[in-house]
């Protein structure tokens, strides 16, 4: 509490020492290539605007977890964040589809779905009653299973772990699917909690190896690829109204620049976090029967008819698969 009192007085005194067009983007611990993307994002802003507006970024968790943040925006006190598509299924419930299992068939797939606006341009705009909407995405990478005592070769293998999941209602029950207890907590607490044995593992991409450091407490990563959530970056609805229609363009030119961008650096990127965990880490690398998985959450696809607008994009997002 007190970390957040503060962290909201050193913002509200630089927000109101800074001018009205800099844009305040605050983001929780992230992938190199993502923070790369955001820093060249803040660069076409002021490019496209002739240097009208500008970004303000405050990284690595300074004012808190992605939750806080994006409450921040919805209360105004933040511009702009860049958060997990899979916690923004709290906030608006069709951003479930990204964190159902085996949505993608591959990064391809994923690309060409989440670069069609039939598709996206209605899910960020789905919370703007709630005061923010979607700008762009980022990807963030497969996500697999890691753990700390048994490596997961099998469906059988994750039988009774408790396993660290997002605060996202498909996530928590895709592992329940699967055999796993899911435990949902912020990233920040994931380290401790598995060095604790509060949790048997967790699952993410290969950065949370390296750069949040899980590698140290979780020595098994098994390639079941279950799921491809995007990373959204928000934007306040009141920062873009007050925005003159030339600088609105422009922030909007930027962020999807700045999505192309990450693309050029995130699979050249991703190859040497994994050299890193096995080199500096001493992580193990697993490839599991990915069929066995995907058998075992089927339940969930038949779930998902009761809930039409999650439903129509599933099967848009399925119709692109192969193209």
Do not use: C
């Not at 305040?24 to 009208?52: C, H, I, P, Q, W």
């Not at 963030?140 to 059988?156: E, H, M």
């Not at 030339?246 to 962020?255: F, L, M, Q, S």
Request: no cysteine; proline share 3%.
């Amino acid at each position: 509490m007190n970390r957040m009192i503060t962290a909201l007085a050193a913002l509200g005194l630089m927000a109101g020492a800074a001018q009205a067009e800099t844009l305040r983007f605050a983001y929780a611990s992230n992938a190199t290539a993502t923070k790369e993307a955001m820093a060249k994002f803040g660069e076409l802003v002021k490019e496209k605007s002739g240097g009208d507006v500008t970004v303000q970024f405050f990284p690595d968790s300074q004012l808190g977890g992605e939750r806080e943040l994006v409450e921040m925006v919805q209360g105004g006190m933040l511009d702009m964040t860049k958060v997990s598509g899979g916690l923004m299924e709290s906030f608006a419930p069709v951003y479930g589809v990204f964190s159902m299992p085996y949505l993608f068939d591959s990064e391809a797939h994923f690309y060409a779905a989440m670069d069609d606006a039939d598709i996206m341009e209605p899910i960020y705009q789905a919370t703007a009653k709630q005061g923010m909407v979607g700008l762009t995405y980022y990807n963030s990478g497969a996500r697999s299973f890691y753990t700390s005592k048994v490596p997961i070769k099998s469906v059988a293998d994750l039988k009774g772990l408790k396993i660290r999941v997002m605060q996202s209602p498909t996530s928590i029950e895709m592992v329940k699917e699967l055999g796993a207890s899911p435990i949902a907590m912020g990233q920040g607490e994931v380290y401790t909690s598995i060095q604790q044995g509060v949790l048997d593992g967790a699952e993410n991409n290969e950065y949370a190896l390296t750069v949040a450091r899980h590698g140290e407490v979780a020595k098994y990563y098994s390639y079941d690829m279950h799921s491809r959530i995007p990373d959204i970056v928000l934007i306040s609805t009141a920062t873009l109204n007050k925005l003159s229609e030339k600088d609105r363009a422009a922030v909007i030119a930027a962020a999807k620049e700045s999505t192309e961008y990450q693309k050029q650096l995130w699979d050249t990127a991703i190859e040497a976090e994994k050299k890193k965990a096995q080199d500096e880490f001493g992580v193990q690398f697993f490839y599991p029967d990915v069929a066995e998985f995907q058998k075992a959450v089927q339940p969930m696809y038949e779930a998902l008819k009761a809930e039409p607008a999650k439903y129509a994009v599933y099967e848009k997002i399925r119709a692109l698969a192969g193209e």
